[in-house]
Nanobody, 116 residues
């Protein structure tokens, strides 16, 4: 199993970024995916999650509701996180997660920095 995040970077407040997580080594279309983030000195937190592999129903952290959108492309084995109206408090390393096995699998993360 391999998860590779990309798309992070430096963006000004109010800007947008789209993160990608390319998955391989498992049947991507059979598993719900999620995005998490970890800011310096803080615990990792859930940002957005699919409740089923269909991706129809999604849950979001209150802090990102209405600004972030999780989506998937099964043909590309990729899950996305569209982030709009970014705030400095969104600065963190963002990780995707696949719920396989006991604890699941994590990617290496991609840094998002929101600063003027």
């Amino acid at each position: 199993v391999q998860l590779v995040e990309s798309g992070g970077g430096l963006v000004q407040p109010g800007g947008s970024l789209r993160l990608s997580c390319a998955a391989s080594g498992f049947t991507f279309s059979s598993y719900p995916m999620s995005w998490h983030r970890q800011a310096p000195g803080k615990e990792r937190e859930l940002v957005a999650a699919e409740t089923s592999a269909s991706g129809v129903v999604k849950n979001y952290a209150d802090s990102v509701e209405g600004r972030f959108t999780i989506s998937r492309d099964n043909a590309k084995n990729t899950v996305y996180l569209q982030m709009n109206s970014l705030k400095p408090e969104d600065t963190a390393v963002y990780y995707c997660h696949a719920p396989l096995g006991g604890y699941g699998y994590w990617g290496q993360g991609t840094q998002v920095t929101v600063s003027s």
